[in-house]
C-alpha cells in the first residue's frame, strides 16, 4: 500500500470519525459579518434534515486564523472577514496544510455615528484621520507628533466644540483595519501634501504607519460587540462610534451617521460607491471538512436565496453585490477554486 496514501486515509477517517461528535457547521469571524451569517445559518436551520448552524463573533482576524488553525471539527467549517485575508494569514494555513475557497457575499460601510440627541459630524475624510490617526504633523509642519487634538472644533472651527472621543472595535477586528487603510492611510497620508512628504521622509511611501491609532482616550477599544457601541452613544450624545451601516440601519431612530465628504452613509450611496468607506464582506470555507462536516455546502447555497437586491440580507443592510458578482461566486461554491498567494496583498 502507498505509504502516502495511507496516511491520508488515516487523517479522512479521524476526521470522519470527529465529525459524530459536531454534526453542524461551526464558524466565527467579523462581528460585521455576524448578523448576515446569523440570518443564513437561521433560514438553514428551518430544514429539518439540517442541524442551524453555529455562528461567533470575535473578529476578522480571529476568524481568519480560527479557519486555518488545523483539520478536525475541533476547528471552525468557515471563517468570516470584513476585511480581506492577507498573505501572511494564508502562510499560516499552508503551513497547517488548510486549503480554503474565498466566498465575497455582498459589501458594507463603514459609518462614524452618534445620538441623534448630539450633532451630526459633517467632515471631510482627511479631518476625521486627523482626529484618529496616533501621530499628525507638528505646526510647522516638519515632524509627526503624537496626536495633539483635543476638541473637534481644534481641527475645524466648524466642527463640534466637544472633545474628541470615538468609540471603536479593537486590533482583531476587519472594520478598525479597514478604517484606517482607507481613512488615515489613503484619505489623509497618502493625499494631504504635509503627511505625505512626511511620510516619504520617514521611509513610508505608502503611509502604512498612518493606520496607527490614538491611545490617548481619544479612540476607545470598545470590544467586538459593534450593539455595546451603540448602547454607549446613546449614553453619552457627545461621543461617537465606528461600525458597520448594518448597526446604523437597525438602529436608525436613534443614531444618525456622519457626513463624510459630503456623501451621507445611506444605502444607495453606498451600493453606487459614492460613499466610499467601504467595503467586502467574505467567508473562506475550508476544503477539508466539506463533506465531511454535513451542512457546509448547503450553507453556501442558503447564500445564494437571500444576497439579491430584495433579499432578507438586503433587509438587514448588506449592500448587495452586481449580479455578475453574485453568478461568479456562486460559481465559486460549486467549483471551490483553491485561494493562492498570488490573488492576495501583502
Known amino acids: 500500500m502507498n505509504f502516502r496514501f495511507f496516511i491520508l486515509s488515516g487523517l479522512s477517517l479521524a476526521l470522519c470519525s470527529a465529525s459524530w461528535a459536531r454534526d453542524y457547521v461551526s464558524m466565527k469571524g467579523s462581528s460585521t459579518v455576524f448578523p448576515f451569517a446569523t440570518i443564513v445559518a437561521e433560514q438553514?436551520?428551518?430544514?429539518?434534515?439540517?442541524?442551524?448552524?453555529v455562528v461567533e463573533a470575535g473578529g476578522s482576524s480571529?476568524?481568519?486564523k480560527g479557519v486555518c488553525?488545523?483539520?478536525?471539527?475541533?476547528?471552525v467549517d468557515i471563517g468570516n472577514a470584513s476585511s480581506r485575508m492577507k498573505k501572511k494569514e494564508l502562510a499560516f494555513c499552508e503551513k497547517n496544510d488548510v486549503k480554503l475557497t474565498e466566498i465575497k457575499v455582498g459589501y458594507d460601510g463603514i459609518v462614524v455615528a452618534n445620538s441623534k440627541k448630539g450633532k451630526r459630524l459633517i467632515i471631510s475624510?482627511?479631518?476625521?484621520?486627523?482626529?484618529?490617526?496616533?501621530?499628525?504633523?507638528?505646526?510647522?509642519?516638519?515632524?509627526?507628533?503624537?496626536?495633539?487634538?483635543?476638541?473637534?472644533?481644534?481641527?475645524?472651527p466648524l466642527l463640534p466644540d466637544v472633545p474628541i472621543k470615538v468609540y471603536g472595535p479593537p486590533t482583531t477586528s476587519g472594520t478598525r483595519a479597514s478604517f484606517a487603510e482607507m481613512i488615515n492611510q489613503k484619505s489623509y497620508c497618502g493625499t494631504d501634501s504635509v503627511a505625505k512628504r512626511l511620510s516619504q521622509a520617514r521611509g513610508d511611501k505608502k503611509g502604512k504607519k498612518c493606520r496607527a491609532m490614538r491611545t490617548d482616550g481619544a479612540y476607545v477599544e470598545a470590544g467586538e460587540q459593534d450593539n455595546l457601541i451603540v448602547q454607549k452613544l446613546k449614553e453619552d450624545p457627545t461621543a461617537y462610534g465606528i461600525f458597520g451601516f448594518s448597526y446604523l440601519d437597525?438602529?436608525?431612530?436613534?443614531?444618525?451617521?456622519?457626513?463624510?465628504?459630503?456623501i451621507a452613509p445611506t444605502f444607495s450611496d453606498i451600493a453606487s460607491g459614492k460613499y466610499k468607506a467601504s467595503r467586502a464582506l467574505y467567508f473562506y470555507v475550508k476544503h477539508s471538512h466539506i463533506g465531511v462536516v454535513p451542512g457546509i455546502k448547503d450553507y453556501m447555497e442558503e447564500w445564494t436565496r437571500h444576497w439579491g437586491d430584495d433579499g432578507a440580507l438586503a433587509d438587514a443592510g448588506m449592500i448587495p453585490?452586481?449580479?455578475?458578482?453574485?453568478?461568479?461566486?456562486?460559481?465559486?461554491?460549486?467549483?471551490?477554486?483553491?485561494?493562492?498567494?498570488?490573488?492576495?496583498?501583502?
Not at 488553525?69 to 476547528?75: E, L, Y
Not at 509642519?141 to 481644534?154: L, M, R, T
Open 321 to 346: 453585490m452586481s449580479k455578475d458578482e453574485r453568478a461568479k461566486f456562486k460559481k465559486a461554491m460549486t467549483d471551490l477554486p483553491v485561494l493562492v498567494m498570488d490573488n492576495l496583498s501583502k
Open 125 to 156: 475624510r482627511a479631518d476625521l484621520a486627523k482626529a484618529l490617526t496616533a501621530e499628525v504633523p507638528n505646526e510647522a509642519g516638519i515632524a509627526f507628533v503624537p496626536n495633539y487634538y483635543e476638541k473637534w472644533s481644534d481641527i475645524k
Open 69 to 75: 488553525d488545523g483539520t478536525g471539527t475541533q476547528f
Open 250 to 262: 437597525q438602529n436608525s431612530d436613534t443614531m444618525q451617521g456622519a457626513v463624510l465628504d459630503e
Open 44 to 53: 438553514l436551520g428551518k430544514n429539518p434534515s439540517i442541524k442551524t448552524p
Open 62 to 64: 480571529v476568524g481568519k
